[in-house]
């Protein structure tokens, strides 16, 4: 293998010599074998995104020449479209504030615009990692605005399967309303409730999510760009300043704004914890709704069997013909994970210094991850389990015609104490609440069914 010969601060490497990552680059990948996971390839491709706008924005300024401006330029569209994201070698989580993510971006960039240009790769004096691609930049600035860039990306794929979810939901909600089922508190008989209203609250608990996923976004498209290392705009520009929200906006399609004070925004990581927060919030509501889901389909024959989920796989290499609601268990642990990711990136903002975050890169890790699982398990959900599943009508309709609740709505005419001896009969004697209340001839059987009929329970509060 042939190389070529770079040098940094602390001194010379053998780099190949068809690599387009450079010396930064290598030794970050030397010294961060963490995850065994690069950067995500969102985040690569606005990382070059935040570049092209800067080249732009030094451009419009005069700080770059035409040929080394279109270089540059031409060389982070290559890239976005997917080619060398191979040469991004540096771990996802990473020492040094992302540092090393941002040099490699800078690197790769370089030589691929060297070799448009007609030059060897290495030959940075004409086009330089630093002078030129980094050019009125720090990592302090791109590495925080390229993650909140590809937070918006992501979020905007999960948006869309998490209305999938929302809209098969809806559709389970308005085939169900019709069945009666017994709800339940605290595990035990409560009174009588629609299926289709267990479903159609299911869909009320996301569509909040997905609002407040849609309003936190605004978190996200507050950014430092231009505050270089610590918020003062060092080695900035003022037409770098002046120019780069524009080139930024007009690069990426997402309306950026520039935070009002660089110093905070570059100091401080709250917004991904509040992004974080919901996502968890989300997260939490979508495992509550598959432990209902598991709880009502359980069985088949000692269970619920209220509902009966799409069989999907095997459920045992032991048990023959055992089936398993996999697909409300693979959302659950997703829930699992994003919570535990939540944490992560608590305390990775939390422990920041002074004026700089070193951290970014452990909240980006947990943040993706948590997005884009979140609205994979969302998916998966509403294919693989919500849209084919169907309902045991008679076995609904038969839990409520045996359990006591039924008697709460009898408990206004003949009073607590006597509605719960009644109910405590159903229970013993396993008879049921018209039996109860016909043995106490307090009512005939007209008017027990007038009174306890299920359609007409479930909609008590509407009467």
Do not use: W
């Not at 941002?102 to 790769?108: K, L």
């Not at 009588?192 to 996200?220: T, W, Y």
């Not at 013909?321 to 829930?335: R, T």
């Amino acid at each position: 293998m042939k190389f070529r010969i770079e040098n940094d601060s602390v001194g010379f490497l053998e780099i190949p010599i068809d690599a387009y990552y450079g010396i930064h680059s290598y030794r970050a990948s030397l010294n961060f074998n963490i995850t065994g996971k690069r950067l995500h390839p969102e985040m690569i491709n606005s990382i070059c995104e935040i570049k092209k706008a800067a080249a732009t924005a030094n451009y419009l300024d005069g700080g770059l020449s035409k040929d080394v401006y279109d270089a540059i330029k031409y060389a982070c569209e290559y890239i976005c479209t997917g080619n060398l994201h191979d040469q991004f070698i540096c771990d996802a989580v990473q020492g040094g504030a992302g540092t090393s993510a941002n040099m490699n971006a800078n690197e790769v960039i370089a030589n691929r615009s060297l070799e448009l240009l007609g030059y060897n790769k290495g030959e940075y004096k004409y086009v330089h990692p630093n002078d030129h691609v980094n050019k009125c930049q720090s990592t302090n600035d791109v590495f925080p605005t390229a993650g909140k860039l590809t937070a918006l990306k992501l979020i905007d794929t999960t948006l869309q399967k998490l209305e999938m979810l929302h809209h098969s939901l809806k559709n389970k909600a308005e085939e169900f309303k019709h069945i009666i089922k017994m709800g339940r508190t605290q595990l035990q008989d409560a009174v009588p409730v629609s299926l289709g209203g267990s479903f159609e609250a299911f869909s009320c608990a996301l569509k909040r999510d997905i609002d407040r996923i849609k309003a936190v976004q605004n978190e996200l498209k507050v950014i430092n760009i231009s505050a270089t290392a610590v918020g003062s705009g060092i080695n900035a520009t003022q037409g770098y300043y002046d120019n780069i929200i524009n080139c930024i906006q007009e690069v990426t399609g997402y309306d950026f704004v520039m935070a009002d004070n660089l110093y905070d925004a570059t100091q401080n990581l709250d917004s991904f914890v509040c992004v974080s927060g919901v996502i968890k919030t989300c997260a939490v509501n979508l495992s509550k709704m598959s432990n209902d889901l598991r709880l009502m389909s359980s069985g088949p024959k000692t269970g619920l069997r209220e509902i009966i989920l799409p069989p999907k796989q095997n459920g045992s290499s032991i048990m023959p013909g055992k089936i398993n609601p996999v697909i409300p268990e693979v959302v659950s642990q997703v829930a699992f994970n994003v919570i535990g990711n939540d944490m992560t990136i608590t305390m990775a903002a939390e422990s920041g210094q002074l004026e700089l975050n070193a951290f970014e890169p452990v909240i980006f890790y947990n943040l993706f991850e948590s997005i884009e699982t979140l609205g994979n398990a969302a998916e998966t959900l509403a294919v693989n389990c919500i849209d084919g599943i169907m309902a045991n009508e008679d076995v609904c309709r038969d839990y409520v015609e045996k359990s006591a609740g039924v008697i709460t709505a009898i408990c206004p005419i003949i009073g607590y104490e006597k509605s719960a001896e009644i109910a405590k009969r159903v229970v013993s004697n396993n008879i049921t609440v018209k039996e109860a209340l016909l043995d106490e001839g307090l009512f005939d059987e007209q008017e027990i069914e007038r009174l306890i009929e299920p359609s007409k329970l479930i909609n008590y509060i509407k009467r």
